[in-house]
């Protein structure tokens, strides 16, 4: 019987929070595959706290709150605020949701924050009492599901699977010249079919006439109980890979240095500098391509973020890692209903009198439209024959793709502008 190398690793190795093994690559190859933006870096921490400046402060309440509360959807039903000490009944009796996976908890958290549940569900209020409802309300009947559905403000199509991000994001840019679609992709999602073939549909992107997509792989190295395939793979065989797919590559990575007072922060500022980057490669090559000068086969830019499995929940319990393992995939303490110290671990993060802080709130953009889940719709509605018109007699003898081609034809023909047709490599030999 053929095992994986994974399947006959000894256990303290499957429990270790470790590097992937380095490649055989030559190093010097390293410098040449990524994206330096060390000096951007620095000039963004020496900026600090400035009018043009990073808000880190703010940023860290925001990141801090918005992990609080998708950890308590996830696993608190009542006393969601933590005004007391946690009991057993506080607890779900089962944990739906996944803390990093998926995301829901984490999305909503934000679009909470952001105001925009309160917009178009105002029982949600942003007080205490509306922030209890929100918490409670995550997986239950009549409240929000477990994963992104399309009632979320901002969502545009049904999540819960995994594949489909960078194709949806590259289809809802094209035609809209303007818009720039970031696609977080995790490492998990990276390894399916559907994701596979998405890496290249920058290859047929206009940058003339379309908007762009800036895809961020998450590495986080971890799936529900073991390693991703990126996970096993060190900056050099990930650089190479989407160099080879067309990508302009810069890794962000989070590395904790007892030396340095600011390591724990650094990666924002890495994450800064690296946003700001992409941007403007994005509008090197849009700019190009509209002045009539386009760049062939423009390397669009790829950001590749490390950070642990986890981060900011619980480092350990009962000996065992689980920031940075597969442990954290779902909710860390998992046995919290009837062990007092995972119930204690919960007051680590909990708001102060259970109010959001106004530091948390001050990074969110003041204008509406740019929040994410107060953008105005992109999409706009087909012009649509009446489909009666299209009908054949109940004797007559035609291909249905005949009949139904002759429909979807005058659709083409009254959309000639937003209206695309994808299809497989033998839509001529199904013509008939």
């Known amino acids: 019987m053929a095992t994986t190398g994974l399947a006959s690793s000894t256990a303290s190795e499957f429990d270790a929070v470790t590097p992937p093994r380095p490649s055989s690559l030559p190093r010097e190859i390293l410098e040449k595959l990524l994206v330096n933006l060390d000096d951007e870096i620095k000039d963004l921490q020496s900026n600090s706290g400035k009018e043009n400046g990073i808000d880190l402060e703010g940023l860290q309440f925001f990141q801090r709150t918005a992990d609080y509360i998708a950890a308590a959807m996830i696993s608190l039903r009542s006393n969601s605020l933590l005004t007391r000490i946690l009991k057993k009944d506080d607890i779900k009796r089962r944990l739906l949701g996944h803390w990093p996976g998926h995301g829901a908890p984490a999305l909503l958290a934000t679009l909470y924050m952001e105001g925009a549940i309160t917009r ?42 995994l594949g489909y991000c960078l194709a949806v994001a590259s289809g809802s840019i094209m035609d809209k010249p303007d818009l720039i679609a970031v696609a977080v992709i995790g490492n998990g999602e990276s390894e399916t079919g559907p994701t596979a073939t998405a890496w290249h549909a ?21 799936k529900i109980g073991e390693r991703t395939i990126p996970g096993t793979m060190d900056n050099m065989e990930l650089g190479a890979l989407y160099t080879d797919y067309g990508y302009q590559v810069r890794i962000v990575e989070y590395g904790k240095d007892e030396s340095d007072p600011e390591s724990d922060v650094r990666i924002n500022y ?31 830019p790829l950001i590749i973020l490390r950070s642990p499995k986890g981060w900011g929940g619980a480092k350990h319990m009962d000996g065992k890692p689980i920031e940075g393992s597969w442990r954290s995939h779902q909710e860390e303490l ?5 062990d007092s110290d995972r119930r204690e671990a919960h007051h680590q993060g909990r708001m ?50 005949k009949a139904v081609g002759d429909y979807v034809k005058r659709i083409i023909e009254l959309n000639p502008n937003s209206f695309r047709v994808f299809s497989p490599d033998e839509l001529s030999s199904k013509q008939a």
Do not use: C
């Open 120 to 161: 178009f569900s105002p029982q949600y209020s942003l007080n205490k009492s509306g922030l209890e409802s929100f918490i409670r309300a995550f997986s239950i009947p009549g409240g929000f599901p477990s994963h992104v559905n399309a009632e979320t403000p901002g969502a545009i199509h049904e999540g819960g699977e």
């Open 202 to 222: 920058h290859k047929f992107i206009d940058p003339a006439e379309s908007g762009a997509v800036l895809p961020i792989l998450h590495v986080n190295g971890y």
């Open 270 to 300: 890495d994450m800064a500098a690296s946003m700001e980057w992409a941007w403007r490669e994005i509008r090197k090559i849009q700019s190009a391509a509209r002045s009539h000068k386009p760049i062939v086969k423009p390397r669009w």
């Open 334 to 338: 998992f046995n919290a209903e009837v």
């Open 352 to 401: 102060a009198d259970g109010i959001i802080s106004e530091k948390a709130l001050r990074i969110i953009p003041k204008n509406q439209k740019h929040r994410m889940g107060m953008a105005e719709a992109s999409g706009r509605l087909l012009i649509a024959p009446e489909w009666k018109d299209f009908g054949r007699q109940k004797d007559e003898v035609i291909s249905n793709m």
